[in-house]
């Protein structure tokens, strides 16, 4: 006599196995039997999985127009001998070049009611270094703050990066002391000096970019973040749409620039008057 319940389908399966084939009766018998047996609940694992990730916000920018190709920045130097007349006829070169686009500046920046903004904005070599996309964070962003650094005698680039998405930045024996807000009018002032200072790039500058001022501006999901060594006269600037992407075109970009004095004296008068005292070895610059 077989077993109830569950014995029962235990005891017709090992008689089909003995048997070596089960008849159709007890097939059938089997299949009603399994059907109304009691099925196990589904693992809690299952009905608690974890919710899918938030998506990342990008910040989107319209195509822009191809970087333009300029003379001087498009040609790599002779190598340095000041003795040899190729390396002379370089220097000559240079300064005639930057001779020829100061003086194209101060002319655009003379026109009656033209803000130095407006009349830097589309130079095609504000462009290679800031191109209409970056130009769309510097100009009208969301946020934007000035920042004391001392980023020590290695590569100012990860301690950029660490800035640009929010990381620890005292990395690379890189230190900030503090920020402060920059204001509209400042920030008109600010970037239109940086501007001007793209605008007139220079082939001379020491090689250590110790930097001990960066800015952030921030639009949306879009950051641009720059550094800015007067030791050197050095910009290097890095970007994010939010995303990891870069905003418009280049990605990166470092540029010996005739960085104004009034650029230094504005950034740190506003640090100080925020209380931020970093480590520049010329607070003062003249």
Not at 50 to 57: A, F, G, L, N
Not at 142 to 152: H, Q
Not at 170 to 179: A, D, K, L, N
Not at 187 to 198: E, I, K, N
Request: charged fraction near 20%; glycine fraction near 6%; charge should be neutral.
């Amino acid at each position: 006599m077989p077993p109830p319940g569950i014995g029962r389908i235990l005891w017709f399966v090992a008689t089909c196995a003995s048997a070596g084939a089960c008849s159709d009766g007890h097939s059938a018998n089997i299949t009603a039997i399994t059907a109304t047996a009691p099925r196990a609940s589904a693992p809690a694992t299952a009905l608690t999985s974890s919710p899918p990730p938030p998506q990342r916000t990008c910040e989107r920018f319209p195509p822009e127009r191809p970087l333009p190709t300029v003379p001087f920045l498009d040609f790599n130097p002779p190598d340095y001998d000041e003795s040899a007349d190729a390396y002379r006829s370089y220097l000559a070169s240079v300064e005639a070049f930057r001779a020829t686009r100061r003086r194209l500046l101060e002319a655009r920046a003379l026109r009656p009611g033209t803000p130095m903004l407006t009349a830097l904005r589309g130079d095609p070599y504000v462009r290679r270094m800031f191109s209409e996309s970056i130009q769309g964070v510097l100009e009208q962003p969301d946020e934007g703050r000035i920042f004391a650094v001392d980023w020590g005698e290695e590569s100012v680039m990860p301690s950029l990066e660490g800035l640009l998405h929010d990381k620890q930045v005292r990395r690379h024996r890189s230190t900030v002391f503090g920020s402060v807000a920059l204001d509209a009018k400042d920030r008109d002032a600010v970037v239109s000096l940086l501007y001007r200072a793209a605008a007139l790039p220079d082939v001379f500058g020491a090689a250590c970019e110790i930097p001990h001022h960066a800015l952030l501006m921030r639009k949306g999901a879009a950051r641009v973040a720059v550094s800015i060594c007067f030791m050197c006269n050095r910009l290097t600037v890095l970007t994010d749409d939010g995303c990891g992407a870069p905003v418009g075109k280049p990605s990166t970009g470092t540029l010996f620039a005739d960085l104004d004095a009034r650029l230094h004296r504005l950034l740190n008068d506003r640090l100080a008057r925020g209380g931020v005292v970093g480590s520049d070895p010329a607070p003062n610059a003249k």
